[in-house]
């Protein structure tokens, strides 16, 4: 079963905080036009940790901070602490964009509507092993990389351990406080002083306090259903064991202390 932080020992790089802090506008802004560098004139929040759930067959996502700007381009921000397998974070990020692509494109609407979308990781490891601060991916031709695709998807997964070469300070000062290093620049400061505000407020602390309570209820669940799976599968194997050796199906339940029907449904259990 995790452990989770109590709210006091929430950090920026703890998805709570995380979303609380980047929904003061001014912040996620500035995080946005710094990492693009591009400039964001109002930003529109759409949802706080968005979920993307197409249908009841299909894998859902919920995304950390999804934000749309006045010209409609759309902006997943994630923070990823965990390192995926090789490929894991790569194709994940392809799943992501396809959801958000799906979500944005209305039934009926034409193909060359869809809005401009950008899918932000931001890394506590290195996601490529280049010791490059940021890993920006757009499409484009292989045989000749000057013809781009331009289909208004870009991916970037920013790396905490390359914040020594970052071009922009303000960039690297982010690095390093994602890194675990103490807030330095105008910025990286307004961020700790948000986690500390946020802190301060009853209400979000409360809002935590429901969340991890229903966290700890699906675990006790969870691990309540996996024991319970496991009991009968321990059960099925002995039912299996005892009518190999030619005990009949009411001997069994006499002996289990279950009935005939029961003992017959663990008889049939596929092994898993």
């Known amino acids: 079963m995790e452990n989770l932080k109590s709210f006091d020992e929430l950090t920026f790089l703890d998805?709570?905080?995380?979303?609380?802090?980047?929904?003061?506008p001014r912040l996620c802004k500035h995080l946005i036009e710094k990492i693009l560098q591009i400039s964001v004139k109002e930003l529109h929040y759409?949802?706080?940790?968005?979920?993307?759930?197409?249908?009841?067959?299909?894998k859902g996502i919920r995304l950390d901070v999804y934000v749309r700007d006045e010209q409609g381009r759309v902006y997943d921000i994630e923070m990823q602490c965990t390192q995926f397998p090789q490929k894991g974070l790569a194709k994940r990020s392809r799943f992501y964009q396809s959801m958000i692509d799906m979500e944005l494109l209305e039934k009926g609407e034409k193909y060359e509507n869809l809005?401009?979308?950008?899918?932000?990781?931001?890394?506590?490891?290195?996601?490529?092993?280049?010791?490059?601060p940021m890993y920006?991916?757009?499409?484009?031709?292989?045989?000749?990389?000057?013809?781009?695709?331009?289909?208004?998807?870009?991916?970037?997964?920013?790396?905490?351990?390359?914040?020594?070469?970052?071009?922009d300070p303000e960039i690297a000062a982010f690095l390093r406080y994602v890194d675990g290093k103490a807030a330095e620049g105008e910025f990286v400061r307004s961020l700790d002083q948000e986690v500390q505000f946020v802190k301060s407020l009853e209400k979000v602390r409360r809002e935590y306090m429901i969340l991890s309570d229903e966290i700890r209820r699906r675990q006790e669940e969870a691990m309540a259903k996996g024991m319970a799976q496991g009991m009968a599968k321990g059960q099925s194997a002995f039912v299996k064991r005892m009518l190999a050796r030619g005990k009949s199906i009411q001997e069994i339940a006499d002996g289990l202390g279950l009935s005939a029907d029961e003992i017959r449904t663990l008889a049939e259990m596929e092994e898993s």
């Not at 759409?46 to 299909?58: R, V």
């Not at 809005?115 to 490059?132: E, M, V």
């Open 136 to 167: 920006t991916f757009t499409h484009c031709c292989e045989e000749e990389n000057t013809i781009k695709l331009k289909d208004g998807e870009t991916r970037l997964f920013l790396n905490s351990k390359g914040s020594e070469n970052a071009r």
């Open 46 to 58: 759409q949802e706080f940790e968005k979920t993307i759930n197409l249908g009841l067959a299909s």
């Open 115 to 132: 809005n401009a979308s950008y899918i932000i990781f931001i890394c506590t490891f290195d996601p490529f092993g280049r010791n490059l």
């Open 15 to 24: 998805n709570f905080m995380f979303q609380c802090v980047l929904r003061n």
